[in-house]
């Protein structure tokens, strides 16, 4: 590998324009901790801990346009994912809170169950459970 990895994960940054929206889907519906929040040049970047790795939603100080919504709307990175033992759980909670569906919980092979849904800025999240 050229690089020397320091971590043994990646962080995702998500750009969005309403972290009141944001924080509470992550922080209050998914439970992701908050641990830092970061006035800087761009922005404000919200750091949201998921295991080991961090969710940073930046609120840049320009508002941006957001692009196409959706899982094929256009190229780049589309989706991450969280592999869970709850779904069936989780998937209900989002349900209750009216978040909209990409796929529905769906058995997508024996033992593996997927939902994606979309986060109040519109990025798609998958949530896996393996059985």
Sequence with gaps: MLMNPVK??????IVVSDPTECLHFYRDILGLE???????????LHRLQY????VKLLVPK???????EGLQAQ????YFTM???NIKEVVTK???ENVPFEIPLTEIRPGTTIAMFRDP???????VERS
């Design 121 to 127: 800025a519109g990025n798609v999240l998958e949530f």
């Design 8 to 13: 043994q994960n990646i962080d995702l940054g």
């Design 34 to 44: 908050k641990t830092e929040e970061i006035t800087m040049g761009l922005g404000t």
């Design 75 to 78: 190229e780049g990175i589309r």
């Design 94 to 96: 989002l349900t209750e």
């Design 62 to 68: 320009k508002a941006k346009q957001s692009g196409p």
């Design 83 to 85: 592999v869970i033992s």
């Design 51 to 54: 295991c080991n790795s961090d």
